[in-house]
């Protein structure tokens, strides 16, 4: 009759033991699937702050392109009422003119 073996021999491991390595493995597999989620998921972030910030940024070119042609509009508008005072001012010096003949 061979002697009983002993636990915590190289051929056995109790369930115990067993159970906490593979624990232990779960813990370090899924640290590092974490680990490289978070990467991932930084990544994305930056992604999504890069076109969040190009729509604002476009929104803004597009609002200063307007106030632009709003001004050259504007400017358009005070030069032809330049013009529109200097012709009626010539127009009354030539009627002024041809009264004092």
């Given at each position: 009759?061979?002697?009983?073996?002993?636990?915590?021999?190289?051929?056995?491991?109790?369930?115990?033991?067993?159970?906490?390595?593979?624990?232990?493995?779960?813990?370090?597999?899924?640290?590092?699937?974490?680990?490289?989620?978070?990467?991932?998921?930084?990544?994305?972030?930056?992604?999504?702050?890069?076109?969040?910030?190009?729509?604002?940024?476009?929104?803004?070119?597009?609002?200063?392109?307007?106030?632009?042609?709003?001004?050259?509009?504007?400017?358009?508008?005070?030069?032809?009422t330049s013009v529109i005072i200097a012709t009626v001012?010539?127009?009354?010096?030539?009627?002024?003119?041809l009264i004092g003949m």
């Amino acid at each position: 009759m061979p002697p009983p073996r002993q636990p915590h021999t190289a051929e056995f491991v109790t369930l115990r033991d067993y159970i906490d390595l593979q624990i232990d493995t779960i813990h370090k597999s899924t640290a590092t699937a974490y680990q490289a989620l978070e990467k991932q998921l930084d990544g994305m972030n930056h992604v999504t702050k890069k076109v969040e910030f190009d729509a604002f940024k476009e929104r803004i070119d597009k609002e200063i392109r307007s106030l632009s042609e709003s001004r050259a509009e504007l400017r358009g508008k005070a030069s032809q009422t330049s013009v529109i005072i200097a012709t009626v001012l010539a127009i009354v010096s030539i009627i002024l003119r041809l009264i004092g003949m």
